[in-house]
């Protein structure tokens, strides 16, 4: 059993518009304002609104994520964002490896392991997201697969490993309303804890492990309640003000 602070996160995909994320951000303020959250809460959103949400969430207790982050420091790289220019606008989380990028842009495990890398560098908290398809599952590889994705990350970035987020996300529970059951996202999680034991012995137990894929206002306080998941990363329901909000108060229990 973990006993620090759960970690709620939304990854708003690319979703939003200038007026949708004001009508949001105050939303989510409001509700915050009459019952202070017990948890530390991300808002990952896309690029282009960076600098209107920076000013959004000033005084607010939600930190701003980004969706992605370069590899690289600078440079002939076009249509990257560098971790520099991540941190120009006070984002203080990234994800990493979503399986949205690893599907339509071909990020390998040893991208994902470098753009940890880039993220760590910078004082950037990477959220490492490690997931298996559903063919995977039903291969019985599912252990395989996020060890190996794991694996790769801690390879790379070994000796600051206890500063990630990992994120467990089963790509079959992806926005598809079909969630992993606590008992199937715990057992990912326990074996995805074991091996950060493995690399960071006493500081495992620190290191966050999100569960994403499907998590909403109605399940999230049994999946909260599992041992090892420390947290959400919560796709569509994040983008719904009063569903994001009844799961950062069931991630206060
Ligand atoms: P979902 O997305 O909550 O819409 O399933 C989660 C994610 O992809 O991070």
Not at 9 to 38: D, F, I, Y
Request: proline share 3%.
């Amino acid at each position: 059993m973990t006993t620090h602070k759960k970690l709620i996160a939304g990854n708003w995909k690319m979703n939003g518009s200038l007026a949708a994320n004001e009508a949001l951000v105050t939303a989510l303020r409001q509700g915050l304002a009459a019952n202070a959250p017990a948890c530390d809460i991300a808002l990952c959103a896309p690029a282009p609104y960076f600098a209107q949400l920076q000013s959004l969430l000033v005084g607010s207790p939600m930190a701003l994520g980004a969706q992605d982050i370069s590899a690289q420091a600078q440079g002939a790289f076009t249509g990257e964002q560098s971790a520099a220019m991540l941190k120009d606008f006070g984002v203080r989380y990234a994800i990493v490896g979503h399986s949205e990028r690893r599907q339509y842009h071909g990020e390998t495990d040893d991208a994902v392991a470098a753009k940890t890398a880039a993220a760590l560098a910078n004082g950037i908290t990477p959220i490492v997201c490690v997931g298996e398809t559903l063919a995977q599952r039903e291969a019985g590889q599912t252990e395989e697969v996020v060890k190996r994705q794991l694996a790769a990350v801690i390879h790379v970035n070994g000796h600051c490993i206890s500063e990630i987020v990992v994120a467990y996300e089963p790509v079959w529970a992806i926005g598809t309303g079909k969630t992993a059951t606590p008992e199937q996202a715990q057992a990912v999680h326990a074996v995805l804890r074991a091996q950060l034991h493995h690399a960071a012995s006493e500081h495992a137990a620190g290191i966050k492990i999100l569960y994403g894929g499907s998590m909403n206002a109605a399940n999230a306080a049994e999946l909260l309640a599992q041992a090892d998941i420390d947290g959400g990363l919560i796709g569509g329901a994040s983008l719904k003000a009063p569903d994001f909000l009844q799961i950062i108060s069931a991630a206060a229990r």
